[in-house]
Each structure stands twice: as C-alpha cells, then as structure tokens.
C-alpha cells in the first residue's frame, strides 16, 4: 500500500508543479492544487459534512476566527487548513491557523499550504495549543524530483481518510520531532565526537586499556573514521552493492562493493600486449566505490552504476558507461610532473583536464559526466 501510495503522491506533485504557474490567486491554487491534495488523501470535496470551505470557529461573538477549510469526521473539524497563493506562504500565516486551532478543541492538526508545500502543525507543547514551528513540511516539488522524505511520507499515509487518528497525532508528532533532533545530534557529535561520547564509544566496543587522556585523543579520529564507514556501509547494502559480512570496517574501498556486472580487469577491448598499472586500477577502484556516496536519493543512478567499464590502451587507460565511444567518462594518464594523476574528462559536463594528487578532486565532474551519460544511453 506504502509503494502504490507513493506513486500516486509523485504522479500527483508532478502535476501540481506543472499546474502552479496557472495558480494565479488563492481561489485558483485551491481549486487546481488544494483540493486535488484532498482528493489523493481520500477526502471528498464534494461532500459538505467531510470537507467544510470558509470553516468558522469562535471563542466569543467579539474574537471570530476562520480558515480556508476544515477536514471532518463524523461532521466534527479535526484538521484545519489555511490557504495561500502560490508562493505567498509567510510565517504570519499560521496566525489565522492558530486561532481556528486553538479555538476547537476537537481539531488536533492544523496545515498552512501554498499548494505546494504543506506545512503540519499540531499541539506537541500544550494541549489544545497549535505548535509554532510545523513537525512536518512536505514540498511537492521535490516530491515531484521522486524525492520523498520517509517522515513526510509516513505523515500524509497517516493523514488518509480511515487513517487519520486523532488521538495520536500528537504523539506521532512527538516522536518525529524527538527522531529529527536525536537525527541531528547524532550528526553532530558523529562529525567531531567530543571526549564523552570517545568514552562511551571505547567501552561499548570494548576497547582494552585506561582511559586516559591521551588514549582518548588518539581514539576520537578512529571513532569519526568509523562513523564515516558505517555510513558508507549503510550506503552500500542499500544498493545492493554488498553484503553485510563481506563489508570492510574502515574507510577504505571495500573490495565486495563492486558490482557483479563490473570486472576488476580491464575490458576485453584493451590492446594486446598492454599492461594495466596499480595506478589505473586504483583510479578505476575509486570510481566504481566513490559513485555510489556521490549520488544522492536517486535509485535509478544506482541501478546504473553497473554499467561502469574500463578499457586499458597503449597511451590512455577509459573509463566508460555501456559503450567506450558514446559513453566515454574520461580518459587517464599517469602524470609525470606536478602531479600524480591526469584525466581528460567529456565536456560540457565534465570539467577538461584535471591534474591532481587527490582522486577526491574528480569527484564534481566524474558525478556531472556519469549523470550525463545515464540520461544518454539508458
């Protein structure tokens, strides 16, 4: 249900976006973006008793309070939202929200949108008492990129008609706020791990030896290493790239990371006679386990990366996608002076010729070359 729900929710912001430059008022954007968000989620915009436009809720005949609509069960508000144009959203907005929010005690989710990006509200701090800040924002534009946030998705799958809790949403809540801070905490102590966490670090692996000062030092560059290669091992299996058990514990390519398709020796396409260096199965080494970790969120470049070869020739060592002509990546050479390493990448995405010590420093036009040639060939 989570995948077929997901390829609606894409096909959909796909359509938004193509719709919001039509969005010219606040009457259009709910009319072209708004309702149909309704209408992805379940709820009928046709029926007055599920979805009330223009909804009233007061706390005395002085202090009147309004929103754009509100979402019902069994007649009775439980979500408010409040409209916007198109990218018109400011944080003033959530004032009328807040009021319709805080005035029913029955609404227990409040969502500020520009029928694009949707703002969730709910009452974490106080009971009754709509949040400031939202504990989930959906942007249908980068849903539209196929980029779905697991917080956001499992949101809107709570937020379906027949879904939706009251009751819970609260805790739901809760629970992705605490999830996104310990999430960022983690973040930061992982990137510069202070002797604390060193400590508790040494004796949950069961490191030998005091604890001293010095000790602490030496081990708090280990513990960032093996941050790092967590990550990247999290990264790999998600791939598909690796198992578990055949995945190295530092930071170094791990040798079972290569998939199947791609051999380790040089095409049967090399030259007769010709001899594959150290140099050129190191370059061809990096590619193949530094592509993986350059490209982000996307599972089709992923699947692709199985099309990675290498041809060895008498003066250049090509790396390619699918076909070494038209797929051609870049070209190595060994450098003789400055510099260790001489590519000659495809223009316009790749960067020309690059002279350089460091194989990180190919990184931007290896990704910009190997993203070109997926799109070209397939």
Same mark, same amino acid.
């Given at each position: 249900m989570?995948?077929?729900?997901?390829?609606?929710?894409?096909?959909?912001?796909?359509?938004?976006?193509?719709?919001?430059?039509?969005? =010219?008022?606040?009457?259009? +954007?709910? =009319?072209?973006?708004?309702?149909?968000?309704?209408?992805?989620l379940g709820y009928d915009p046709l029926d007055p008793d599920e979805v009330v436009p223009e909804a009233h809720a007061s706390f005395s005949d002085k202090f009147k309070n309004r929103v754009d609509f509100a979402i019902c069960q069994e007649k009775t508000p439980v979500i408010a939202v409040e409209s916007k144009k198109?990218?018109?959203? /400011?944080?003033?907005? *959530?004032?009328?929200?807040?009021?319709?929010?805080?005035?029913l005690a029955s609404v227990k989710l409040g969502i500020l949108t520009d029928g694009l990006v949707f703002q969730l509200y709910t009452d974490t701090g106080a009971e009754n008492m709509m949040d400031n800040e939202p504990f989930?924002?959906?942007?249908?534009?980068e849903v539209a990129r196929d980029q779905v946030e697991t917080n956001a998705l499992d949101a809107l799958m709570r937020l379906r008609k027949g879904t939706f809790d009251p009751a819970n949403v609260g805790a739901d809540a809760r629970r992705k706020m605490?999830?996104?801070?310990?999430?960022?905490?983690?973040?930061? /102590?992982?990137?510069?791990?202070?002797? *604390?966490?060193?400590?508790?670090?040494?004796?949950?692996?069961?490191?030998?030896?005091? *604890?001293?000062?010095?000790?602490?030092?030496?081990?708090?560059?280990?513990?960032? @290493?093996?941050?790092? #290669?967590?990550?990247?091992?999290?990264?790999?299996?998600?791939?598909g790239f690796a198992d578990r058990s055949n995945l190295v514990?530092?930071? @170094?390519?791990?040798?079972?990371?290569?998939?199947? @398709?791609?051999?380790?020796?040089?095409?049967?396409?090399?030259?007769m006679g010709v001899v594959t260096t150290e140099a050129e199965m190191q370059v061809f080494d990096y590619v193949r386990t530094r592509l993986p970790f350059l490209i982000e969120r996307d599972e089709d470049l992923y699947q692709k990366l199985t099309g990675i070869r290498c041809v060895d020739h008498k003066t250049v060592f090509c790396v390619f996608y699918r076909q070494e002509r038209k797929g051609k990546l870049f070209n190595f050479t060994e450098g003789t002076r400055g510099s260790r390493y001489r590519f000659e990448f495809v223009a316009p995405e790749g960067a020309g010729w690059v002279n350089t010590d460091n194989l990180? $420093?190919? $990184?931007?036009?290896?990704? #910009?070359?190997? +993203?070109?040639?997926? =799109?070209?060939?397939?």
């Open positions: 989570s995948d077929d729900f997901r390829t609606r929710l894409v096909a959909h912001a796909a359509l938004a976006v193509d719709r919001a430059a039509r969005a =010219q008022s606040e009457a259009a +954007t709910n =009319q072209y973006l708004v309702l149909p968000f309704f209408q992805l198109v990218g018109a959203l /400011v944080e003033a907005n *959530r004032g009328e929200l807040k009021g319709y929010f805080n005035a989930v924002v959906i942007d249908l534009t605490h999830v996104a801070a310990y999430a960022d905490a983690l973040q930061r /102590v992982l990137a510069a791990p202070d002797e *604390r966490f060193v400590r508790v670090m040494m004796d949950v692996a069961n490191i030998e030896g005091r *604890r001293t000062s010095r000790m602490v030092e030496e081990h708090a560059p280990l513990v960032r @290493e093996a941050s790092d #290669a967590m990550l990247d091992r999290k990264i790999l299996e998600r791939v514990r530092i930071p @170094e390519p791990p040798p079972s990371a290569v998939p199947p @398709e791609a051999s380790p020796e040089p095409s049967p396409a090399g030259e990180s $420093d190919i $990184d931007g036009p290896l990704l #910009a070359a190997f +993203t070109a040639r997926a =799109q070209e060939l397939g």
